[in-house]
């Protein structure tokens, strides 16, 4: 069973940065695929990156292509969501996943979820 905690959701302008953090425990951090995903008031859940379990290939959704980066670290068990030049639309709770060897895209069954940080951008 893998455990996924985010942190660093808030309150940012339009135009700011954010950092999210998911920490994972229970299984080898090296093992897994990891994602993050979105969802906005009645709206679906959507994709926004994902990173391979091994390497460092990712995945980004078109809308936030170029504003975002993910990464991981593995001596922190830890994977990141760098979000630069934020909007009103990525208002949402983010979601930080895992899939055991998961590619990290959105196609990927993740099995794993994590229970969501809140990011607010005002205008």
């Known amino acids: 069973q893998v455990q996924l905690l985010e942190s660093g959701g808030g309150l940012v302008q339009a135009g700011g940065s954010l950092r999210l953090s998911c920490a994972a425990s229970?299984?080898?951090?090296?093992?897994?695929?990891m994602g993050w995903f979105r969802q906005a008031p009645g709206k679906e859940r959507e994709f926004v990156a994902g990173?391979?379990?091994?390497?460092?290939?990712?995945y980004y959704a078109d809308s936030v292509k170029g504003r975002v980066i993910i990464s991981r670290d593995g001596a922190k068990n830890t994977v990141y969501l760098q979000m630069n030049s934020l909007k009103a639309e990525d208002t949402a709770v983010y979601y930080c996943?895992?899939?055991?060897?998961?590619?990290?895209?959105?196609?990927?069954?993740?099995?794993?979820w994590g229970q969501g940080t809140q990011v607010t951008v005002f205008s």
């Open positions: 996943a895992a899939r055991l060897y998961g590619e990290g895209s959105n196609s990927d069954p993740y099995d794993y």
């Open positions: 229970g299984r080898p951090f090296s093992e897994l695929g």
């Open positions: 990173i391979r379990w091994i390497g460092s290939t990712s």
